[in-house]
């Protein structure tokens, strides 16, 4: 009996010893940072150190897009370049930009559509800076003169300063030959005077246009023959739109540019 109890004192140290043992051992890999996967120990673990990150190697984790886009090309919005600027040509009253593409141009009036502000010189070669303004000379019996004389050779064409209508063909006593052309807007009456002769084909409520010939340069009336030459008025009509009656302007800068009819 006794020697079964020896027996089993020196087993159970034995097993004592081996578990004591296989503690130490383990404490000690823990400790280490060796321990075995799966391992369950309390104690924390060192982890080994993180490899740097390469530029342009960083992942990472984007959430799924709640609106994923169906595969074809892409669009982007783009934002168009500002307009560059660019040399103002000769009379250009713009900022000196370039318009955008697709900017809508200005649609230009056609060569016809001509303002009232801007007529044509009434007699064939004559220039602006030939004109003289006489105006305001005095004439007989007391009258101010209220038109403009262009001297011209006898038979220079007489041109349509406007587009207009041909209100009336009348041979005055002063005047001798003359035409009076209301223009479209039926505000404004030009008097052309002292005509050699009509153009052929010319009469009343004709329509005639900027630059057409409706006459010739002449003496008849009270101008004088040494002095052939064509008399122009500019009268602003009232409500009447009376051919014989209106106000008369001056078309002295009207002609030369310098004054837009008001």
Same mark, same amino acid.
């Given at each position: ?43 924390? +673990? ?76 009434? +007699? ?36 349509? +300063? ?101």
């Amino acid at each position: 009996m006794l020697t079964r109890l020896l027996a089993l004192g020196v087993v159970i140290g034995v097993a004592g010893w081996w578990l004591l043992a296989s503690d130490t051992g383990t404490s000690s890999e823990v400790a280490g940072g060796r321990a075995e996967p799966g391992a369950t120990s309390g104690v924390p +673990v060192a982890s080994e150190p993180t490899p740097p990150v390469e530029p342009g190697s960083a992942r990472l984790a984007v959430a799924p897009d709640p609106h994923p886009v169906e595969p074809g090309p892409a669009r982007l919005a783009v934002t168009p370049d500002a307009p560059k600027s660019s040399q103002a040509g000769p009379g250009s009253t713009g900022a000196g930009t370039t318009p955008a593409p697709g900017t809508a141009d200005v649609a230009a009036a056609p060569a016809n559509a001509v303002a009232p502000s801007a007529l044509l010189l009434p +007699v064939q070669g004559i220039t602006a800076a030939q004109l003289q303004d006489t105006f305001t000379d005095a004439r007989s019996e007391g009258r101010v003169h209220d038109a403009i004389d262009i001297l011209a050779a006898e038979g220079t064409p007489v041109l349509a +300063v406007a587009d207009g209508t041909v209100e009336k063909l009348f041979d005055s006593e002063r005047g001798g030959l003359t035409v009076y052309q209301f223009e479209p807007s039926g505000k404004y009456c030009y008097y052309y005077a002292h005509l050699q002769r009509y153009a052929d084909g010319l009469a009343e409520k004709k329509t005639i246009k900027r630059g057409e010939v409706i006459g010739y340069v002449g003496h008849t009336g009270n101008a004088s023959p040494d002095a052939p030459h064509l008399h122009f008025e500019i009268h602003r009509l009232g409500p009447e739109k009376q051919w014989w009656k209106g106000e008369s302007l001056n078309p002295y800068p009207v002609l030369r540019g310098t004054q837009a009819l008001p």
